[in-house]
């Protein structure tokens, strides 16, 4: 049995002087085809390799990327897996999803809207665990649009309580895996317990350098672009912006999506078939590839997710360009 990702460096050198590192990993069952691959690692502190290996279980090709860093006498390796096909350089730094369908997924079954919306967040769940193993680098989720409140209230009272419910189930969790919470939208109208549980996630997580999760509740692109021209209005009057000076990079250090090195989507990704964005992040979308896919959102999971990042890798990019 070909074991994969329990990775030990074997003590052997070459001419090259650099050290050969024989790598395997976790027991993999039924395999159809076992294969050791040997990562070269340079001992000078100023060289790092990256190299892509394939292993082959089954007939199914996983890839391999590993980084290996070398720093004085320590010896540093991280792995990633990611799946065929997908590039770990064309990688989108940051994706946004809207994630629709809770509510139409629990009537196909019969069930109370609740069940829907409690579906939602275990599909959320996974798709934060793919982010952080894929090194997506921020994640952005339309959890409960402004426009939400006018919904039937005890619908909206039991979505407030998931939000705190979650928030406290995942605070250990965000810690553990070195991930970085924020929340953007107008959160005066949000129960005052959920404020503070709020405030807390973001400042005992603000350090983390892991993917980075924005959770737009409460939210609209609309109400962020007002915001942002209020803000500089306020300047404006108080001396410290001549009218003038507005131009657009202004305007965006007032979004609420300044809170990440990353404001732009690269890759939207809407569930549940419908063809819209839904007043989210209307500024930021400007240049953003859109995949929208049939799943309900509570379906949505990897086979999903490895599709519509297969859809962006083949796209390109012009921002307004003309390829010569």
């Not at 405030?199 to 692109?221: D, K």
Request: one cysteine or more.
């Amino acid at each position: 049995m070909l074991t994969l990702r329990l990775s030990f460096p074997i003590p052997l050198t070459n001419n090259n002087n650099t050290r050969i590192s024989l790598h395997k990993s976790k027991p993999i069952s039924s395999i159809s085809q076992t294969k050791l691959h040997f990562t070269t690692i340079s001992t000078k502190p100023s060289k790092s390799r990256q190299f892509v290996s394939a292993v082959i279980t089954s007939g199914i090709e996983q890839l391999v990327e590993e980084t290996s860093v070398s720093n004085g006498n320590d010896l540093m390796g991280v792995e990633e897996l990611l799946p065929l096909g997908i590039k770990r350089e064309f990688m989108p730094n940051h994706v946004a999803v809207i994630m629709d369908g809770n509510v139409r997924w629990a009537r196909k079954r019969g069930w109370p809207s609740s069940l829907g919306h409690e579906a939602g967040v275990s599909a959320l769940r996974k798709l934060i665990e793919l982010c952080c193993k894929w090194g997506i680098r921020v994640l952005t989720v339309f959890a409960f649009s402004f426009d939400n409140w006018n919904r039937p209230k005890m619908e909206v009272d039991f979505l407030m309580s998931l939000f705190e419910r979650g928030i406290e189930a995942e605070v250990d969790n965000f810690i553990r895996e070195d991930i970085r919470v924020s929340i953007i939208g107008d959160s005066s109208k949000l129960p005052d317990s959920l404020q503070k549980m709020i405030a807390n996630t973001e400042e005992v997580t603000n350090n983390n350098l892991g993917l980075q999760l924005i959770v737009a509740v409460s939210y609209t692109g609309k109400y962020d672009i007002v915001q942002a021209c209020q803000n500089i209005a306020y300047k404006v009057k108080d001396g410290l912006v001549q009218p003038e000076e507005i131009n657009e990079h202004l305007i965006e250090q007032e979004l609420q999506t300044n809170c990440t090195e990353f404001p732009y989507p690269d890759l939207l990704i809407r569930t549940s078939g419908e063809l819209r964005v839904s007043n989210f992040l209307l500024w930021q979308l400007a240049y953003t590839e859109l995949c929208f896919v049939e799943s309900l959102w509570p379906d949505f999971g990897e086979a999903d997710f490895i599709e519509a990042l297969h859809s962006f890798q083949h796209r390109q990019r012009r921002y307004g360009r003309r390829d010569l």
